[in-house]
């Protein structure tokens, strides 16, 4: 491939397949070999791009045109417009939500240029099914400096200077774990990295693990030369088949390489690593939980300390750490701790990878130094919200995590502030809310979850968050009383103290996080039987301000229960006995028309309407 004139980058993430990546790539593929173009054009099916709401997404490197959202019969066009003629084709090339003018590169898109790639630093840039391609961006060469230069002592020295705290959600500093596995002198140890990810909403570890599973693999070797360590496990849930597929295939190519397996680089130093898949329960993302799993038991914590480093796997000492926390190893032992440090706070050190998703323009995978305050996140790399919407809070931490309202938007995303506000960072799911969504509901939707997914063996969290999400209930369906807010304050504090692990001692965060900001939402919920937002049925009756109707049509347009009368330049009205409250209307409205009211008021318009017609 001396000869070839550009790299056509189309990306293979999940995501991207879904929406008929594969397709359009088969598509491209046939018009060039008509065309007697297929040498000139290399076509690489990359890992997970980042841009997942864009997708399918085309990259022509080393140029930079960004093809977004393509269809088999955009390959002809591509092909001869843009490869045979030299003319882009701007109709199928990304522009930023309200903003005309020149059609942007890649490295011209906000959504790109703003971040700091370090644990995706190989996204969409190569083919992660080729070993070739991660050792051309200095792949394994930061496990060969660590084999054959450095003393285990000097690895964890480093990794500890890095100040690296786990990706996962505790924010436990990575070189510590490791020094305290590398002094146990028990044996066998294990090192196994979490890959299940479960939190609604999050995608972080899934798109590492299908972009560049080879970085997976050399952190965990390098950790393990750190403490010893003979046998690697990644646990992967089985939902993620792309995932397992790819892992599967680096794990194999490195023991063909001499990467895995004896006597690696001729080092006399052992290591293995097995794919080990999970069923899905989210509590075996606990760490004791999930090596419960692997030795073939059922998924359940049990009481720490004593700590993994010292009892973990089959009772011998065992260091977890998540994905994202070993794709950041290498380039740190590569580079150095120092240029680590070098992005960050003094205490939240480098970068972190988020999924932001939710109510905003720009949906995926990105990554941002540590401090980057949460508006340049939602804003400038996110794009904003859809369809002028206001922004209301984001969910940081998943299930286990909390609201951040938008009076604290300006806060720095650090361990320390995030965790200040009453969220965490958790693994890195970011769910970006506007003002049609009722808080209340957001809270019940979280302790269902949570309480779906305890294990059941501690009362706290089997018990206590039941009671919890079915208090949730009442206030959202009108049965809501005096003193709930209290009880379900109570009850968060309780759950938290008692709890056996971390899914229980967590599982109240959303309550309580939206109570402290919303409280205000529960009060209208509880005392005068009203949602805001129209999100809880039994406590809203939808209509129509004349004044503010435009007599547009698109509300009636989108109503699936045809209950939107009105002609053009007549103001309309919503028929409240044939309204099934799906709010359809009320997100179609582009002049705030639409209006809600408590459901007590539906006799009120009704007779109103009754006195008009």
């Known amino acids: 491939m001396a000869n070839v004139r550009a790299n056509l980058m189309i990306c293979g993430g999940t995501g991207c397949i879904a929406c008929g990546g594969y397709k359009f790539k088969d598509a491209l593929e046939k018009e060039l070999i008509d065309r007697s173009m297929h040498s000139e054009f290399k076509i690489v099916m990359t890992g997970c791009n980042g841009f997942c709401a864009e997708g399918p997404i085309m990259t022509i490197l080393p140029e930079g045109t960004f093809y977004e959202k393509l269809k088999p019969e955009d390959a002809g066009v591509i092909v001869e417009e843009h490869l045979l003629k030299g003319r882009p084709v701007e109709k199928l090339m990304y522009r930023q939500p309200g903003k005309p003018g020149k059609v942007p590169t890649m490295n011209e898109i906000p959504f790109f240029n703003l971040q700091v790639l370090r644990a995706l630093r190989n ?22 400096k660590a084999l054959t230069q450095m003393k285990p002592e000097d690895v964890v020295k480093e990794m500890k200077e890095s100040g690296l705290r786990g990706r996962g959600g505790a924010g436990f500093l990575c070189g510590l ?59 992967v849930r089985a939902e993620y088949p792309l995932a397992v597929k790819r892992l599967q295939i680096a794990i194999d190519q490195a023991r063909e390489a001499g990467l895995l397996g004896d006597d690696i680089l001729g080092t006399g130093f052992s290591f293995d690593i097995e794919v080990y898949q999970g069923a899905g329960a989210f509590v075996c993302g606990e760490s004791t939980a999930l090596m419960r799993s692997i030795e073939g038991k059922r998924g359940m914590p049990r009481p720490t300390p004593p700590n993994s480093v010292y009892k973990g796997l089959w009772d011998k000492p065992t260091v977890l750490n998540n994905v994202e926390t070993l794709a950041c190893v290498p380039e740190i032992i590569l580079r150095g701790s120092g240029w680590f440090r070098s992005l960050g706070t003094e205490k939240s050190t480098g970068t972190k990878v988020f999924a932001l998703s939710g109510s905003i323009n720009n949906i995926g995978l990105i990554e941002v130094p540590m401090g980057i305050p949460l508006k340049q996140i939602i804003y400038d790399i996110g794009g904003g919200l859809p369809r002028g919407r206001t922004f209301k809070a984001v969910q940081l931490g998943g299930p286990s995590g909390g609201c951040i309202p938008n009076e604290l938007i300006d806060t720095p995303v650090t361990f320390e502030d995030i965790n200040a506000t ?33 294990c059941g063996k501690c009362p706290p969290c089997r018990i206590g968050t039941n009671v919890m999400q079915l208090k949730l209930a009442d206030i959202c369906e009108g049965r809501g009383e005096p003193g709930d807010i209290e009880l379900l ?21 959303p309550v309580l996080t939206t109570i402290k ?59 409240q006995e044939i309204c099934i409250k799906c709010r359809s209307c009320l997100e179609a409205c582009k002049f705030g028309a639409v209006k809600t009211a408590p459901a007590s008021l539906r006799e009120e318009i009704l007779k109103k309407q009754a006195v008009k017609a």
């Open 517 to 575: 900001y919303f409280q205000h939402e529960y009060e209208e919920h509880i005392n005068q039987g009203y949602c805001r937002a129209g999100v809880c049925r039994d406590l809203v009756t939808f209509h129509i301000d004349e004044e503010a109707c435009k007599a547009c049509g698109v509300c009636k347009r989108a109503c699936p229960a045809d209950a939107i009368t009105g002609e053009k330049k007549v103001p309309h009205e919503i028929q």
């Open 489 to 509: 304050k109570d009850l968060s504090h309780d759950i938290i103290t008692t709890s056996l692990c971390g899914l229980g001692k967590s599982a109240p965060n």
């Open 177 to 235: 774990k490791w020094e305290f596995a590398m002094k146990n002198p028990d044996e066998p140890k294990y090192i196994i990295c979490n890959g299940d990810e479960g939190d609604p909403g999050a995608f972080m570890d899934r798109s590492i693990m299908e972009a560049d599973p080879h970085v997976v693999l050399e952190g965990m070797l390098i950790g393990a030369y750190a403490t010893n360590a003979h046998m690697g496990y990644i646990y």
């Open 123 to 144: 996204k969409g840039m190569i083919d992660p099914e080729v070993l070739e391609d991660y050792i051309s961006r200095d792949g394994y060469m930061a496990a060969g």
């Open 422 to 454: 009453g969220a965490i960072v958790g693994s890195g799911g970011m769910v970006v809310m506007d003002d049609l969504n009722c808080m209340v509901s957001v809270a019940k939707f979280f302790l269902e979850f949570t309480t779906e997914e305890s």
